[in-house]
């Protein structure tokens, strides 16, 4: 059976936690920042976790490796 191949734009995108759930970088806060609050700029500095299990079934399988 071949190598499975690791998804490369998830791979840059998202980060797996030692308990094994995704996280990702908020959208929205790299440039054009002056027309945005800073309550608005200082929530999109966190990271988020992924919340659907749909959705970190499907990443399992574009991140085989990590």
Do not use: D, I, N
């Not at 797996?16 to 970088?25: E, I, R, W």
């Amino acid at each position: 059976m071949p190598k499975l191949k690791t998804h490369r734009g998830a791979a840059k995108r998202l980060k797996k936690t030692a308990s094994g759930k995704f996280m990702f970088k908020k959208t929205f806060a790299s440039h054009l920042l002056t027309g945005k609050q800073s309550k608005r700029m200082r929530k999109l500095t966190k990271s988020e976790v992924v919340e659907a299990t749909k959705e970190v079934a499907s990443l399992r399988r574009l991140l085989p490796y990590k």
